[in-house]
């Protein structure tokens, strides 16, 4: 594992098709819920993901940026190791995973969705596929974020246990979390993704103070 505060960009690997838009509403899981995988990016996501305000911040700048929920919680996850990710690394990060995200999650997402009103169909049967979609569901996201941990490649991949929240720089998480808002989108953080994105970072290393955590966001 790299040193804490460590900038570096990842390696150029091969990559997929460019991002298409998506469904909103992504299915994380609950913390406590069993992980789907070993990844230790997957246990650092159901901490950060779970903490108040983080869940719906996330979804806020997937509705508005179409930003990939996963990529914002790799921002954080990846400044815990150390590991800056610029705009062209988070361009190429959706991209590697935007084949599956559209081909797999986004269905499975869209088949979720619509069983909280089933129609005509059996309430109770639908309620029992509802959750069985929503395991297979929770299984994507889990692949996605493994394929995100391969393609950054190296020492961070390799990392053989999960980085604690609000461990590494926070000031590193900041500048992830601006280039993820900026390579989706193609302009800086607003106003309004600014206070989502102050919702994520603050969660993640609780000992700042509001002034500090916008400071980080501005700079």
Known sequence: MPSRGTARSIPTVRWCAPRAGWES????????????????????????????????????????????????LLCCWAAAHGRRLRREDLSRLDAHVAPWRDAVTRPLRAVRRWLKA????????????????????????????????????????????????????????AANLRACCFAMSGSLPDAADRRDLAVVLAAGWPDLTPAQVEALLTA
Do not use: H
């Open 25 to 72: 509403a992504s299915a994380m899981p609950e913390p406590g819920d069993t992980p789907p995988s070993a990844n230790p990016f997957w246990a650092f996501s159901v901490d950060l993901y779970g903490r108040p305000g983080v869940a719906a911040a996330c979804l806020a700048l997937q509705d508005r940026r179409g930003v990939d929920v996963n990529l914002l």
């Open 118 to 173: 089933p129609g005509d169909a059996p309430g109770a049967a639908a309620r029992r596929l509802r959750a069985r979609v929503q395991e297979d569901e929770l299984a994507a996201e889990a692949i996605a974020q493994e394929m995100l941990v391969q393609a950054l490649g190296t020492d961070v991949a390799k990392a053989p246990s999960a980085a604690p929240v609000a461990s590494g720089d926070p000031a590193l998480a």
